[in-house]
């Protein structure tokens, strides 16, 4: 086998595996990011119910010193 067989077979091998690698590192890397998304669309979403939670509370408040405020004026 000649030399330039030879590193040509090398430069070959060599650029296969360093797309191989970049190919399984962007995808692992892309996997993440989206896993991280999904985190924190549950955390926005619980953020969410808290914030509803404390507003139907207020809502309930207010709806019983409306009710206490029209009973005293009857």
């Known amino acids: ?5 030879k ?21 692992s890397y892309d996997r993440d990011k989206l896993h991280e998304g999904v985190l924190r ?5 619980q953020r969410r119910k808290v914030e ?3 507003t139907l509370q207020k809502q309930i408040d207010l709806t019983k010193e ?8 009857e």
């Open 1 to 5: 086998m000649s030399a330039t067989a």
């Open 7 to 27: 590193l040509t077979l090398a430069l070959s091998i060599a650029v296969t595996g360093g797309t191989m690698f970049y190919v399984h590192y962007k995808q």
């Open 41 to 45: 669309d549950i955390e926005r979403q």
């Open 52 to 54: 509803n939670l404390y």
């Open 66 to 73: 409306l009710r206490k405020v029209a009973s005293e004026n």
